[in-house]
């Protein structure tokens, strides 16, 4: 934690405390030497006395403590939390408790999420695997707002596919053979006995 000592007297305690000497002093070295940069008790005991201080002292702490434990742990070949785990007991023991406690809570948690089951979704294989092709029609007048959509699905091929006709290099859609009465296709569809698309909230 890279926090200047002044910074910190300034934004959490109404600059508290604040000395041009100690521009460049960060709040860790504060921590571990108070008195060699605040002489004044008075003013000393009142910026140990804050909450906010204290907060940060504990918490200026624990990052010391972990990195000294990242160094020591990497000097013993330990750089994952794979490694942590096969470490020898005497690795494990060379350091502090804060930070065994936060390894062992994040390798139970990886290994608790890569050895639970996975999740079997009944059916859905087969509902894909026996889906079948099925087309959309448009619904005649009257009968269009019984759907929301004025479409609705049918079963298997249509009686009367889409038919083109060349044009140049193009295809064209041929509306001259379209049979009269016959609601025309406007889309092929995969169904299957599940519904389509297959939903787990059925």
Request: no cysteine.
């Given at each position: ?120 979704l009944e059916g859905l294989y087969e509902s894909v695997y026996n889906a079948r092709w099925s087309h959309v029609v448009e619904l005649p007048g009257g009968e269009k707002t019984k759907t929301g959509t004025g479409m609705v699905v049918k079963e298997g091929k249509p009686k009367q596919s ?41």
């Open positions: 934690m890279d926090i200047k000592l002044n910074d910190f007297l300034t934004m959490e305690l109404d600059g508290k405390g604040i000395l041009r000497a100690n521009r460049n002093v960060l709040l860790k070295d504060f921590l571990n030497n108070p008195t060699s940069h605040i002489q004044d008790e008075g003013v000393l005991r009142e910026i140990q006395a804050a909450g906010r201080y204290v907060r940060m002292e504990t918490a200026v702490k624990e990052e010391v403590i972990f990195e000294e434990d990242v160094r020591r742990l990497y000097k013993n070949g330990v750089h994952t939390l794979l490694g942590w785990s096969i470490a020898a007991a005497e690795v494990k023991e060379g350091v502090h408790n804060l930070t065994k406690h936060s390894l062992n809570a994040a390798h139970e948690e990886l290994r608790r999420q890569t050895t639970e089951a996975a999740i079997i889409w038919t083109y006709k060349k044009v140049g290099l193009t295809l064209e859609k041929d509306d001259g053979v379209e049979q009269s009465g016959a609601a025309p296709p406007r889309l092929m569809v995969l169904t299957s006995d599940k519904g389509w698309p297959y939903t787990l909230n059925r």
